[in-house]
Nanobody, 120 residues
Framework: VQLVESGGGLVQPGGSLTLSCAAS????????MRWHRQAPGKEREWVAL????????TYADFVRGRFTISRDNAKNTVYLQMSSLKSEDTAVYYC??????????????WGQGTQVTVSS
């Protein structure tokens, strides 16, 4: 199983960036896909979720209205569109693929992360 994030980089405050996570070796269409992030000296925190089985997307309060999670099941890829970026959004962003609730076998996979730095 591989989850490969890309699209990170340096962006100015107020700017936009789109992250991608390409998955392989996992049943992507039914996987619950999440984005998490970890800032220096802080714990990893959940950012957004996409569930194809229920058709739901949910967001942490601190990104709602600024970030959009989407997925292309044909390409086994999940995206995170980030806009109105703030310095506090600076973190390593991680992609996570988890089995849907109530289904077996269960799995929980992580990508290696991509750095997002918001600075002028």
């Amino acid at each position: 199983v591989q989850l490969v994030e890309s699209g990170g980089g340096l962006v100015q405050p107020g700017g936009s960036l789109t992250l991608s996570c390409a998955a392989s070796g996992v049943t992507f269409s039914t996987s619950v896909m999440r984005w998490h992030r970890q800032a220096p000296g802080k714990e990893r925190e959940w950012v957004a979720l996409s569930n194809s089985v229920t058709g739901s997307t949910t967001y942490a309060d601190f990104v709602r209205g600024r970030f959009t999670i989407s997925r292309d099941n044909a390409k086994n890829t999940v995206y995170l569109q980030m806009s109105s970026l703030k310095s506090e959004d600076t973190a390593v962003y991680y992609c996570n693929a988890k089995s849907p609730a109530g289904r077996v076998p269960t799995y929980d996979y992580w990508g290696q992360g991509t750095q997002v730095t918001v600075s002028s």
